[in-house]
T-cell receptor, first 112, second 114 residues
Framework: GENVEQHPSTLSVQEGDSAVIKCTYS??????FPWYKQELGKRPQLIID?????GEKKDQRIAVTLNKTAKHFSLHITETQPEDSAVYFC???????????FGGGTRVLVKP | EPEVTQTPSHQVTQMGQEVILRCVPI?????FYWYRQILGQKVEFLVS????????KSEIFDDQFSVERPDGSNFTLKIRSTKLEDSAMYFC????????????FGQGTRLTVV
């Protein structure tokens, strides 16, 4: 089945700086890659996703890039703010089935 | 905005007891899921459900677990004989289609087995 690895596990940045989180996946047939943000004690919420027919997608301060050849995708947060502090999870569906396989998560701390 | 709702928000049960976690998926969604998250760890897939049957399940989803859609709106997860290691946050999710579509998560049920 799909295996999703996420790095780093923790990331501390100064407010205003950029944060980058990277995920690698194993199933070359995967074609949908969502990123979820989870605040303490709350549900995972989708913040951005990308499909394999594009290499990059942006939504205000958030962007995701996809390299299908290397089988990795990354989340970029620019101009970080304290409210960006949370745990971020990448996920991949794999070729078969509809489930999401989550990465291990990255705890992001934005220091004011 | 429609959302997935789960009840209860917190359930405390004694080891060996049966629990039923309840979910109401978004009304026009076709695919339903249960995930769990042990405190401080990643979200793990348990089971997916489509067209009134299980479409996929993980190794975690053993004979102690079952799912049901008893009516047109509810989707339940039953754990027959709870163990201490079943303590976790259980998230229900639904999606309008299967692959390549967003999964919407409920707010979760925190299960504590004592």
């Amino acid at each position: 089945g799909e295996n999703v690895e996420q790095h780093p596990s923790t990331l501390s940045v100064q407010e205003g700086d950029s944060a980058v989180i990277k995920c690698t996946y194993s199933d070359s047939a995967s074609n949908y890659f969502p990123w979820y943000k989870q605040e303490l004690g709350k549900r995972p919420q989708l913040i951005i996703d990308i499909r394999s027919n594009v290499g990059e997608k942006k939504d205000q301060r958030i962007a995701v890039t996809l390299n299908k050849t290397a089988k990795h995708f990354s989340l970029h947060i620019t101009e970080t703010q304290p409210e960006d502090s949370a745990v971020y999870f990448c996920a991949g569906p794999g070729a078969a089935g509809n489930k999401l396989t989550f990465g291990g998560g990255t705890r992001v701390l934005v220091k004011p | 905005e429609p959302e997935v709702t789960q009840t209860p928000s917190h359930q405390v049960t004694q080891m060996g007891q049966e629990v039923i976690l309840r979910c109401v998926p978004i009304s026009n969604h076709l695919y339903f899921y249960w995930y769990r998250q042990i405190l401080g760890q990643k979200v793990e897939f348990l089971v997916s459900f489509y067209n009134n049957e299980i479409s996929e399940k993980s190794e975690i989803f053993d004979d102690q677990f079952s799912v049901e859609r008893p009516d047109g709106s509810n989707f339940t997860l039953k754990i027959r004989s709870t163990k201490l290691e079943d303590s976790a946050m259980y998230f229900c999710a639904s999606s309008p289609q299967g692959r390549n579509t967003e999964a919407f998560f409920g707010q979760g049920t925190r299960l504590t087995v004592v």
